[in-house]
T-cell receptor, first 117, second 108 residues
Framework: NAGVTQTPKFQVLKTGQSMTLQCAQDMNHEYMSWYRQDPGMGLRLIHYSVGAGITDQGEVPNGYNVSRSTTEDFPLRLLSAAPSQTSVYFC????????????????FGPGTRLTVL | KNEVEQSPQNLTAQEGEFITINCSYSVGISALHWLQQHPGGGIVSLFMLSSGKKKHGRLIATINIQEKHSSLHITASHPRDSAVYICAVGYNNNDMRFGAGTRLTVKP
């Protein structure tokens, strides 16, 4: 199993450009999520999905869109990049058991380092 | 104010020492996670717990639901334990919040 893969590893954008960060997992996990990590602030949840066709907003969703057309893929779109979106982005997935208390171990991708000039 | 508070922010220990990292949270949760972030940036999950205590090798994690507090212990610390340790809490609505992390350095 490849686990959770993210592309690209590094990206530099100019303000106003758009791009998509790719995330894929081959573990048939229902739950997938995107986080950003900024110095001194820890990880913050951007968007998450509990299954194909279902997405929801996390703590910091503004400026980002997601979709979940398949179980495997969960792309993150920046519609108009801003310098405030300079960060390291992590995608994660986990098996989601039955019921609201069925959290399981999260598997993280290697991260994408994004710089917006 | 962060919903998840970790202490200490930074910790330096000598090889072999017993280490404790603390995590406090403010509201009821479904589960608490301890994560390890290596110097290269990769993040791995160490524990996920909703009650009691879990042990994996030299690592022990405990949680007290009533006091909204969790601890991560490392016994017989080793330089390879040097990393950032992150506490995260999950809520019933699938949301998650993270602590800022504890940077641990273990010196030989």
């Amino acid at each position: 199993n490849a686990g959770v893969t993210q592309t690209p590893k590094f990206q530099v954008l100019k303000t106003g450009q758009s791009m998509t960060l790719q995330c894929a997992q081959d573990m048939n996990h229902e739950y997938m999520s995107w986080y950003r990590q900024d110095p001194g602030m820890g990880l913050r949840l951007i968007h998450y999905s509990v299954g194909a066709g279902i997405t929801d907003q996390g703590e910091v969703p503004n400026g980002y869109n997601v979709s979940r057309s398949t179980t495997e893929d969960f792309p993150l779109r920046l519609l108009s990049a801003a310098p405030s979106q300079t960060s390291v982005y992590f995608c994660a997935s986990s098996y989601r058991g039955q019921g609201p208390r069925s959290y399981n171990e999260q598997f993280f991708g290697p991260g994408t380092r994004l710089t917006v000039l | 104010k962060n919903e998840v508070e970790q202490s200490p922010q930074n910790l330096t220990a000598q090889e072999g020492e017993f280490i404790t990292i603390n995590c406090s949270y403010s509201v009821g949760i479904s589960a608490l996670h301890w994560l390890q972030q290596h110097p290269g940036g990769g993040i791995v999950s160490l524990f996920m717990l909703s009650s009691g205590k879990k042990k994996h090798g030299r690592l022990i994690a405990t949680i007290n639901i009533q006091e909204k507090h969790s601890s991560l212990h490392i016994t017989a610390s080793h330089p390879r334990d040097s990393a950032v340790y992150i506490c995260a809490v999950g809520y019933n609505n699938n949301d998650m919040r993270f602590g800022a992390g504890t940077r641990l350095t273990v010196k030989p």
